[in-house]
């Protein structure tokens, strides 16, 4: 039988240890597929996570997806003639994804979410 958890136990093994109830310590142990969230912030903690000591500045996530994540409603971030041969920026401050990869890297970090005409 397969069993998920989620984390990014490969950063975080202590933290997720050390923060978990013994029942879900067990689970974690006993974990075939680790599922983690976020696929931006999941990326950048681990592009960033090795680097962070040698680097001076805050570093920046310039992310790209592509518009199946803008939404359903119709807008200018799903409107594939709009999206032609370009990059659309949004939420550019305050983004849940730039508070989640500076909180857990404990890091201010400045990310910068753009979509593209691709459907992914």
């Known amino acids: 039988m397969d069993l998920w958890i989620t984390g990014l136990t490969q950063l975080y ?26 696929c931006y912030a999941t990326a950048a903690q681990i592009g960033i996570a090795p680097v962070l000591e040698f680097i001076a500045a805050p570093p920046t996530v310039f992310a790209v997806s592509g518009y199946s994540g803008a ?37 201010q970090v400045s990310f910068i979410p753009h979509v593209a005409q691709w459907y992914a």
């Open 13 to 38: 093994r202590d933290f997720c240890f050390d923060n978990l109830e013994l029942q879900s310590r067990q689970k974690l142990r006993e974990a075939t597929h680790i599922s983690n969230p976020g």
């Open 71 to 107: 939404g359903t409603k119709p807008s200018p971030k799903n409107d594939v003639k709009n999206l032609k041969d370009n990059l659309i920026p949004y939420s550019l401050t305050d983004h849940i994804h730039e508070r989640e990869i500076s909180h857990h890297l404990h890091s």
